[in-house]
């Protein structure tokens, strides 16, 4: 029997079934129940977390280290168990899931320190006497909109800091994800946080995300999804005049020069094209690589993907799980069939798989004699799908490489360390990487990107502050 996991508003778990989380490995299997808010739960949540946020902003740090660092510890010790859970409810692989728990518990315990490191500065004035003080103060209420491609660990890099800097939350998590979200939520709620502070709205974007946007007493709001609904969040925001921070998509490049470790570019290819299913706003969809090892880098990425296992993502022995549903899945099948069309060359895969159980399994699929103007080097897949573009040299690689929308991150495998340099400073991207994944980050550094990708403030390590907090100047003349 499944128990119904409800919303959290105002101290009090509340709500009525409304909706199922399927497993993707197995559709058969229902992860759990979970309530379904509506507009008028969302004002409720709101209204609490505004009622709540003079107390807490003024908390002061001892309150909210106590209670970062307690979640941090408790989800560091359930770390197997709820990767697990995550893994079942997303279809990342169980390595991932428990990775991606580890890193949500490293998030919670940087925060809980950085509570204790909040400092402001002073200065003389310009008239004699008179002392400057710039202090940094919490937003308000911060709306935190997340993503299912990251299902802890997004909300925990968004939670952590909001709660830090002494703000209060209303977080409505993705539908596809709700048991990483309700998770999290129930730690932090029995580690102490005074009724108010967090609200969880489960449900749907269109009903409580909306209702979030469209209210006024919403004064920041934290978005990652997609490009389409992140422009919906910064035209309500603006309505408001509230502060907002989206990370959107990405058509991340990763470059392959002639004279790169074959060896080290196909595990940064294959890594960061197809590790957690393609799902992953990092991860690296145009494989741009030089004339001179082109054909050799084709040929041992096929062998790696023809030895990939893909199944059941609880199965310990799999690499790839399935793709996260079925929407999602026609839309890597309709871009395989466009790239098809546009006349890329399909060299691996691609093919619908059949498992023990009905999932949504996808053969990883690699397009070679493709033009960076086609869609499937446009747009975002977000699948196991990856596009080789053929370049003559290291400068139409980085032309191809900065010639896209987006601007999240790229790569270049090259052991030229001339190349390597440039590459660092002239990519439009805000995270570049030199003989690594496009894909794998630090928890502890700025994440964030350009152009179409992102807009406001770093998520993430103390960059995350410039969201969360606002500055005040406040002058003193003591007579
Ligand atoms: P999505 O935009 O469909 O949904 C994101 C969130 O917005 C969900 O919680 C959804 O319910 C909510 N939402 C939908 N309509 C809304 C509305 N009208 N008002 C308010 N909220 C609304 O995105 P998704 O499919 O969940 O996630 C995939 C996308 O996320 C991809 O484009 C991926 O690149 C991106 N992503 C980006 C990053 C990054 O850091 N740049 C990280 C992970 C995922």
Not at 200 to 224: C, E, H, Y
Request: charged fraction near 20%; charge should be neutral; proline fraction near 5%.
């Amino acid at each position: 029997m499944t128990v119904l996991r409800k919303n959290l508003i105002d101290g009090e778990w509340l709500g009525e079934a409304g909706s199922r989380n399927i497993n993707p490995s197995n559709t058969n299997d229902i992860v759990g129940e979970y309530a379904s808010a509506g507009p008028e739960q969302a004002k409720q949540a709101i209204a609490a977390a505004k009622a709540a946020f003079p107390a807490w902003s003024r908390s002061g740090p001892l309150a909210r280290h106590a209670v970062l660092k307690k979640t941090s510890d408790e989800i560091m010790a359930r770390k197997d168990e709820i990767g697990r859970s995550l893994a079942r409810e997303e279809g990342k692989t169980l390595a991932e899931g428990v990775g991606e728990t580890i890193r949500a518990a490293q998030i919670f315990d940087f925060f809980a320190g950085e509570t204790l490191r909040l400092s402001g500065e002073m200065v003389p004035s310009v008239r004699p006497g008179v002392g400057v003080e710039m202090t940094r103060e919490g937003v308000g209420v911060v709306g935190i909109i997340t993503p299912w491609n990251f299902p802890i660990a997004i909300p925990a890099w968004k939670v952590a800091p909001a709660l830090a800097y002494g703000n209060t939350i209303v977080f409505k998590p993705a539908e596809l994800v709700p048991e990483s979200a309700w998770t999290i939520v129930d730690i932090l709620h029995r580690a102490g946080l005074p009724k108010g502070v967090l609200n969880l709205v489960m449900g749907k974007g269109s009903v409580v995300g909306q209702a979030m946007l469209d209210n006024p007493d919403v004064n920041a709001i934290s978005f990652t999804g997609s490009v389409s609904t992140g422009k919906r969040v910064a035209a309500a925001s603006v309505e408001h005049m509230r502060k907002f921070q989206l990370e959107m998509g990405g058509k991340n490049p990763l470059v392959v020069l002639d004279d790169a470790d074959l060896a080290v570019a196909v595990d940064c290819a294959v890594n960061g094209a197809y590790f957690s299913t393609g799902q992953r706003c990092t991860a690296s969809s145009r494989l741009i690589v030089a004339d001179g090892i082109h054909d050799r880098f084709v040929d041992a990425i096929k062998e790696r993907l023809d030895k990939l296992v893909i199944g059941d993502a609880l199965d310990a022995k799999t690499q790839i799980g399935p793709v996260v549903d079925q929407t999602q899945l026609k839309q890597d099948e309709d871009y395989i069939a466009i790239g098809r069309q546009e006349g890329a060359e399909l060299a691996f895969g691609g093919d619908r798989l059949e498992r023990g159980a009905p999932g949504f399994y996808l053969q990883p699929a690699l397009f070679v004699g493709s033009t960076n103007a086609m869609r499937i080097s446009r747009e975002e897949i977000f699948g196991p799908v990856a596009n080789v573009i053929r370049v003559k040299d290291y400068d139409e690689a980085l032309a191809v490489a900065n010639d896209t929308p987006f601007g999240l991150t790229s790569g270049i495998c090259t052991t030229s360390l001339k190349h390597a340099t440039h590459f660092k400073r002239n990519s439009e991207a805000g995270m570049v990487m030199v003989n690594l994944p496009t894909a794998g980050v630090d928890f502890h550094v700025p994440f964030g990107g350009r152009k179409g990708s992102s807009y406001g403030p770093r998520e993430q390590g103390r960059y995350a502050m410039e969201f969360y907090t606002t500055v005040k100047t406040a002058y003193t003349f003591a007579g």
